[in-house]
């Protein structure tokens, strides 16, 4: 499905766009929370919508073992099953999932075996069967089959994974039942070898899919490194298409990504630092459990128009965490993903003004200052 | 504080009745789900009031042991801590804790020594502590300190218990602070024994308290022991104040001490079932994670009008809650507190129509069908 994106302006590198599905239309830069088993941990689609999140991502890997993508496809699709009916869906490929979780693993040319990290069963997952699972949770943007391997790994091991998942895209492609109403991109992967990266850029772009990832750039290299990893493959990617970054949502991160022509991005990270007490400010992290916030009557940072900022102290915020309460984390979940949709909305208006290396610099010395 | 009682009606046992607080106005009889730690488990305040609860319940023990009262205090109470603003709280007295969780413990005259089940220190509550610590967290009706023995005990330990909370009822009277703004009630005790109940009830009323706790109903009796001990309390209570039956939140329960004259009820049970999958129905507890609902896309209850009901399939609820993703028991909480906020709803009409003995037969068999 064409999700006619158009690329409204270019500035500095950073790219305003704009894209449509069935849900309306959306603007790019553009942040999607992770809703791993078919819910984005604590919140309700309602307080997603209230914290400006119009997309969400759900992990192909963890429905196919549970609940299983055919109680999903009889519920309707995933949108139906969750009740989710405010904006896109976006499902992983399950390639990610299977090369982090599911160790042991074994990879052919047909696939790769591994073991459920739920019960120990042995599972196969093809390109083929990752495009049908998607097909059946039917989502709005699905992803083609990838192998993501862990950094580093030697040249000639990415140069042969490189041109695996290249084999690997057009047999999911072949497949896919649904291009009607799912659009279906192609990964980036090449490591941080920039003769892999422009060879993965090219060869998949001229495959035509609908969108383009860029995969592996958040398996544990230096900053540094990553952000080349980025630009070793948008240098070789469509203007025309919109441009996913896989897994990254760094605050920090989204900035350099989006300088490097990235359009969307997604992580579990607002929701897991909020699990563990650390919400995201301005002036950097915070850890709510810290005994300094025990008699502090101020909410977590008073530029939010967040729920929790809205309504509810740190003090109190500290004590439902301290005490294991999960209305905590649900407060610290909406917060962290409201600062990184504000975030965006920020670096939109900064990319419009042309500003976005200002707008940079002075996000990073006030997030990085203490 | 008088809460302004009104006994709009009586039928068959059953009274219809109404009370105000600076929150409004409430009709009886009521149920309260329980906040312990400042917080119904997993809910909003606005989740509270949207299932149609008007007034919580919280712990004392808890929260003098966690954050403490001097910071809910400082905060301006628990309403202002909690930002819950939709309706009153009541705050028991710490007793029941006390002699349930906090294991082993020394009564005296004094009051009672025990460990913090946090962290074993030694802690000791008094009459006196009990209502001072109330008075800081600020609630809209607060309890005297009572000692809630274990069933069954011997009469003669019964009785010097009775003999004693009596006692430590004049003593936190006497130092009660805010009687301008906040409700004191008595707690009649006595076990299964007549003479006991009647004894206290009798003495307590002697004090003329803003209202009545009916305690020690809900330690491991029979139905048939339980609705006695009811009877035995309420017989002896003034008409004109209301009456609360302490830890009672069981459907059938609620039922049967309304006809036994009962204005006001608290449990765990819809919070603490729905975190094990549990959700009442009209035709009785149904456990949403077994199997069979895996593929049930009709909702918990098609005659319930809570958010779960009307948004929600039992399949995902089920998925959710065998993933362990707390919105599932978020959902299924909602849903239980609905239940019986509907319950009482429904009492509260059959009352007013000269049909409680009706809605008894009729709910009880339907509950108790299966």
Redesign the interface.
């Known amino acids: 499905m064409d999700l006619k994106f158009k690329l409204i302006k270019e500035s500095s590198g950073a790219r305003l766009g704009e894209f449509e599905t069935k849900w309306g239309k959306h603007k790019t830069p553009m942040f999607m929370p992770v809703g791993t088993?078919?819910?984005v941990?604590?919140?309700?689609p309602e307080e997603l919508k209230d914290a400006h999140s119009d997309i969400i991502l759900s992990n192909t890997y963890h429905l196919w073992l549970?609940?299983g993508e055919d109680?999903i496809d009889?519920?309707g699709g995933l949108h139906e099953?969750?009740?989710y009916k405010t904006g896109p869906i976006l499902t992983d490929c399950g390639g990610f999932q299977v090369f982090s979780l599911a160790k042991p693993k074994d990879i052919s040319e047909e696939g790769v075996k591994f073991k459920s990290h739920l019960d120990g069963s042995s599972l196969f997952l093809t390109p083929e069967k990752s495009i049908e699972v998607q097909n059946k949770l039917g989502a709005d943007i699905i992803m083609s089959f990838d192998e993501c391997p862990p950094y580093p790994v030697t040249h000639e091991y990415m140069e042969n994974s490189v041109l695996r998942t290249l084999r690997w895209a057009q047999r999911g492609r072949s497949v896919h039942s649904k291009s009607d109403t799912q659009a279906l991109f192609g990964i980036v992967q090449g490591g941080e070898f920039e003769d892999l990266r422009r060879l993965s850029a090219i060869k998949t772009s001229e495959m035509d899919f609908d969108g383009y990832s860029v995969g592996g750039v958040s398996v544990g290299e230096d900053a540094e490194t990553k952000y080349k990893m980025i630009e070793y493959a948008t240098a070789h990617l469509p203007k025309d298409k919109i441009r996913y970054l896989m897994g990254v949502g760094d605050p920090v991160d989204i900035v350099e990504g989006v300088i490097r022509g990235i359009d969307l991005f997604d992580c579990v990270l607002p929701t897991r630092l909020a699990r563990h007490g650390n919400a995201f400010t301005r002036d950097g992290k915070i850890n709510l459990r810290n005994a300094k916030f025990?008699?502090d009557?101020s909410v977590i940072d008073n530029e939010c128009d967040c729920y929790a900022c809205k309504?509810?102290?740190k003090?109190?915020i500290?004590?439902?965490l301290?005490?294991d309460?999960?209305?905590?984390?649900?407060l610290v979940s909406i917060h962290n993903i409201r600062f990184l949709t504000k975030l965006v909305e920020d670096i939109r208006e900064a990319i419009d003004n042309d500003r976005i290396l200002e707008f940079r610099e002075e996000f990073i010395n006030r997030y990085k200052k203490k």
């Open positions: 088993q078919a819910t941990k604590t919140l309700s549970r609940p109680i009889k519920a099953f969750m009740n025990k008699e009557f309504n509810f102290t003090a109190y500290r004590h439902l301290t005490a309460e999960s209305f905590g984390q649900r």
